[in-house]
């Protein structure tokens, strides 16, 4: 590991992008007919529904000069809105984005432009990010043309480029086609440094090569963070490669950050369930831990429809559960409780029925009450009711939203198990 990444953040320096409350919603249905629900029986219309996609749904943090923030979690969790959003390549819906201390909102034309060429993206996919018409030294160029540079200067910086990023002055003529995935990673790194960028978010700039490329690639952003001086926002579902390269880790879940904190302290003592799911789904080289089996089951749920409370709690494996089930009855009763809630048993109303798809063993006695009595509401036609009835035991998770804490130096977390309480925590 470089001296500099062993360094943190100086309390004094002014971070140089600062984010609060940032969301992003997306409506659902863009048409105006197809967002009004309809009454089935009067055929006159109820109300505008007003459902969108919450892909970035609160978000906070700061980013100091010189570090790199990795942002990590599964695919559909919003890291790539995100990233759009804070280059405002997309208009956020609510919160805003500071650069150098001022809101990328005030900016004039002019500070506009500046804040273009400062903060640079490198894309997850180089083939389709790179024209393949023009000559890679032509596409390295742009930036620099529109900075409005002459030929012969353009000509000489992209010559120094091709070097720092370990291809070929003779590369200059040829095409996209003709280099690797890594080389195209390598010029867009170089197309993206060409104007000394403060700010590089790359957007899973490693995903899809091969392994040694990947290594290789990740070491040449290193030297060029060392220098250029640069910041990185740096986005990736691999948490291994976020081990060797982040200063702090930000972990995403459907649109909310659920933990951030220094790398070191994150891959030792995670302090969500999640991010110590995502931790055991990486692949342990380590004979005596191999086989850890990951906890994270099911899909990300959709972020037009997230779960109450704590939007983990559908997969969280150290959910909370209400007394007085074990924690797979509890899983049951809301597979159950969800059916019921979108009037869609998955078998007939008939009672033994229900039981028998819904529950493998035995419940306690006063559930096994509360779900007959759901059930007969169900069979008459009263999905309000049954809903109702078996709304009377409710986990914390499903019921509140956990708020970041701090549960150490720079590390938060959220979630509803006290931080100390290890024994809870562990699976
Ligand atoms: S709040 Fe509950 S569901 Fe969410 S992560 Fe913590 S234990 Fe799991």
């Not at 819906?93 to 993206?121: H, I, L, P, S, Y």
């Not at 390598?186 to 290594?215: F, H």
């Amino acid at each position: 590991m470089s001296q500099r990444l062993q360094q943190r953040p100086q309390e004094s320096d002014e971070p140089l992008l600062r984010v609060e409350n940032l969301k992003k919603h997306f409506p659902v249905n863009s048409g105006f007919i197809s967002s009004i629900r309809w009454n089935s029986d009067s055929g006159f219309p109820l109300e505008l529904d007003d459902k969108s996609v919450r892909a970035v749904d609160g978000v906070n943090f700061d980013l100091y000069p010189g570090e790199t923030l990795g942002v990590v979690g599964e695919s559909g969790c919003g890291k790539s809105t995100l990233a759009r959003t804070l280059l405002g390549l997309t208009e956020p819906t609510d919160g805003a984005v500071e650069f150098r201390g001022t809101r990328t909102t005030t900016f004039d034309r002019g500070a506009k432009r500046e804040f273009r060429r400062n903060a640079q993206m490198v894309f997850q996919d180089p083939q389709s990010s790179l024209n393949p018409r023009r000559k890679v030294g032509n596409i390295i160029a742009d930036p620099l043309e529109a900075a409005g540079w002459d030929e012969a200067k353009r000509r000489e910086r992209v010559r120094e480029l091709l070097g720092q990023v370990g291809l070929k002055e003779e590369h200059y003529g040829r095409y996209p086609h003709e280099f690797s995935g890594g080389q195209r990673q390598r010029i867009n790194l170089a197309r993206a440094l060409s104007i000394n960028p403060d700010l590089v978010i790359a957007d899973e700039p490693v995903s899809g090569l091969d392994m040694s490329v990947q290594a290789q690639i990740l070491s040449l952003m290193q030297d060029l963070q060392e220098e250029y001086g640069l910041t990185y926002l740096f986005i990736t579902h691999d948490l291994s490669v976020i081990r060797n390269v982040a200063d702090r880790v930000a972990v995403m879940y459907l649109g909310d950050f659920v933990e951030t904190g220094p790398v070191d302290r994150l891959f030792t003592e995670p302090h969500h369930p999640y991010t110590r799911a995502l931790l055991d789904s990486v692949p342990n080289p380590d004979p005596d831990t191999r086989g850890v089996e990951s906890k994270l089951v099911g899909d990300v749920p959709s972020p037009s429809d997230p779960p109450s409370g704590c939007k983990f709690h559908t997969r969280c494996p150290s959910l909370i559960v209400p007394d007085p089930f074990t924690r797979d009855e509890y899983r049951e009763y809301m597979e159950l409780r969800g059916d019921m809630r979108d009037e869609s048993l998955q078998t007939d109303t008939d009672p033994a029925s229900v039981r028998a798809h819904y529950f493998e063993g035995n419940l306690p006695a006063r559930v096994e009450e509360t779900v007959e009595r759901a059930v007969s509401h169900a069979a008459d036609g009263n999905w309000d009711e049954a809903q109702s009835a078996l709304a009377e035991y409710l986990s914390p998770c499903e019921a509140h939203v956990p708020e970041l804490e701090s549960v150490d130096d720079g590390h938060l977390s959220a979630c509803h198990i006290d931080s100390d309480d290890r024994e809870a925590f562990s699976w």
